[in-house]
């Protein structure tokens, strides 16, 4: 049974970090594309970041670059965010997601493609 675990989330202010993790059983992350995807209240999903299933190309929100980094550790089969010099309009669920198809620029945010999900955490970016 494949199974995604979020956890790091909690209350920072502006300005602050969190390293969010994404822990797979059943699975192994290094054979999947991982993508992060967020919610916030009223909005739609949408996609953060991915690490892609080819040659690990990544890929990034144009709202996130520079300040957060995806990363992976094969050998505890999971996937990190690292979220700096977070803004009040990072508040959202986070959600790590898998599929085992290579994805590209064009398609990584599109939620609908990916066929494991967590259950979320959430971020609350507030002073």
């Known amino acids: 049974q494949v199974q995604l675990v979020e956890s790091g989330g909690g209350l920072v202010q502006p300005g602050g970090s969190l390293r969010l993790s994404c822990a797979a059983s059943g699975l192994t992350l290094n054979y999947y594309s991982i993508g992060w995807f967020r919610q916030a209240p009223g909005k739609e999903r949408e996609g953060v970041s991915c690490i892609s299933n080819s040659d690990g190309s990544i890929y990034y929100a144009d709202s996130v670059k520079g300040r957060f980094t995806i990363s992976r550790d094969n050998a505890k089969n999971t996937v990190y965010l690292q979220m700096n010099s977070l803004k009040p309009e990072d508040t959202a669920v986070y959600y790590c997601?898998?599929?085992?198809?290579?994805?590209?620029?064009?398609?990584?945010?599109?939620?609908?493609?990916?066929?494991?999900w967590g259950q979320g955490t959430q971020v609350t970016v507030s002073s």
């Open positions: 997601a898998a599929d085992s198809r290579v994805f590209w620029r064009s398609n990584w945010y599109t939620s609908s493609r990916y066929a494991y």
